[in-house]
């Protein structure tokens, strides 16, 4: 395939308006809602980049033939192990789907999103392989790796939605039980990193740089105070606020990295479109 090069264009104050309340629509809808939405095209009709993949280091991250690591937008794959760490259940299996979908020196297509580097260094970028086809959406149909939004990075975010819900809806890969969403009452003092989460949102909070969405607090042995999601004021312009202050004593599921803060565990929420409102 030919791939096209892009030319750059910053959107409008009204395009990226528009875009905040379509992408808002995720908090007040259901997962089958969520499927029902009209499925973008992952196809790449154009590419920023054509590149040589070296090495394949998991199931979200790629080094390139010149040395680069480019970070894939919108997936997040289960963890291989280090530093005597085990790896996640499926991380292999991610590894090695996407090593037999980029082949050994075949080229493939990088699409920059607005963000073209994470705070590591790494190249950000939507992958497609020589017919167009997207790997991010192949990994997600897979089962293989869960949505994942960072903004501003949300060019693809409707296809990569589609393409997981049909994971989900089959129950493949990560969704057998990996990312099965877990209630805050049964977060150990040791969870860390990825996970979904669900709850009922009990308190409203503010700070000088933050909102706080606090969960009941947790139940059991070495339980910490409580739960809660931290959405930076840096990342308000991507919600409603009226509609997230009526949150408050809904059942709600979450997903991005949990870590301790003081004697809770927090997770950061950067985009509507990893929170949803639950029975």
């Given at each position: 395939?030919?791939?096209?090069?892009?030319?750059?264009?910053?959107?409008?104050?009204?395009?990226?308006?528009?875009?905040?309340?379509?992408?808002?629509?995720?908090?007040?809808?259901?997962?089958?809602?969520?499927?029902?939405?009209?499925?973008?095209?992952?196809?790449?009709n154009?590419?920023?980049?054509?590149?040589?993949?070296?090495?394949?280091?998991?199931?979200?991250?790629?080094?390139?033939?010149?040395?680069r690591?480019?970070?894939?937008?919108?997936?997040?794959?289960?963890?291989?192990?280090?530093?005597?760490?085990?790896?996640?259940?499926?991380?292999?299996?991610?590894?090695?789907?996407?090593?037999?979908?980029?082949?050994?020196?075949?080229?493939?297509?990088?699409?920059?999103?607005?963000?073209?580097?994470?705070?590591?260094?790494?190249?950000?970028?939507?992958?497609?392989?020589?017919?167009?086809?997207?790997?991010?959406?192949?990994?997600?149909?897979?089962?293989?790796?869960?949505q994942?939004?960072?903004?501003?990075?949300?060019?693809?975010?409707?296809?990569?939605?589609?393409?997981e819900?049909?994971?989900?809806?089959?129950?493949?890969?990560?969704?057998?039980?990996?990312y099965?969403?877990?209630p805050?009452?049964?977060?150990?003092?040791?969870?860390?990193?990825?996970?979904?989460?669900?709850?009922?949102?009990?308190?409203?909070?503010?700070?000088?740089?933050?909102?706080?969405?606090?969960?009941?607090?947790?139940t059991?042995?070495?339980?910490?105070?409580?739960?809660?999601?931290?959405?930076?004021?840096?990342?308000?312009?991507?919600?409603?606020?009226?509609?997230?202050?009526?949150?408050?004593?809904?059942?709600?599921?979450?997903?991005?990295?949990?870590?301790?803060?003081?004697?809770?565990?927090?997770?950061?929420?950067?985009?509507?479109?990893?929170?949803?409102?639950?029975?």
């Amino acid at each position: 395939m030919a791939y096209k090069r892009t030319s750059k264009k910053r959107a409008s104050p009204q395009g990226a308006l528009f875009v905040c309340l379509l992408f808002y629509f995720a908090i007040v809808s259901a997962p089958a809602m969520a499927a029902q939405t009209r499925q973008a095209n992952c196809a790449a009709n154009a590419v920023d980049e054509t590149v040589t993949v070296a090495q394949v280091i998991d199931g979200d991250t790629l080094r390139l033939r010149d040395g680069r690591s480019v970070r894939l937008i919108g997936i997040n794959a289960p963890e291989i192990g280090r530093k005597g760490r085990p790896s996640e259940p499926l991380a292999e299996a991610a590894r090695e789907t996407l090593q037999a979908l980029l082949g050994k020196t075949t080229p493939v297509g990088l699409r920059f999103d607005r963000e073209k580097r994470d705070h590591y260094g790494r190249l950000l970028a939507h992958v497609y392989l020589q017919d167009g086809k997207s790997v991010e959406a192949a990994l997600l149909e897979a089962g293989l790796a869960a949505q994942i939004v960072v903004p501003p990075n949300v060019m693809q975010l409707d296809c990569y939605r589609t393409a997981e819900n049909k994971a989900r809806k089959a129950r493949k890969g990560v969704w057998q039980n990996i990312y099965r969403p877990v209630p805050v009452r049964k977060l150990s003092r040791d969870s860390r990193g990825f996970r979904i989460i669900r709850g009922r949102v009990l308190q409203m909070g503010e700070s000088r740089r933050s909102l706080w969405l606090n969960f009941q607090p947790r139940t059991g042995e070495g339980a910490r105070e409580g739960v809660a999601v931290r959405i930076a004021r840096t990342d308000l312009e991507w919600f409603d606020q009226r509609q997230l202050h009526s949150l408050r004593g809904k059942n709600i599921m979450v997903r991005g990295w949990l870590s301790p803060y003081k004697k809770q565990l927090v997770m950061r929420l950067r985009h509507p479109a990893s929170l949803e409102v639950v029975p």
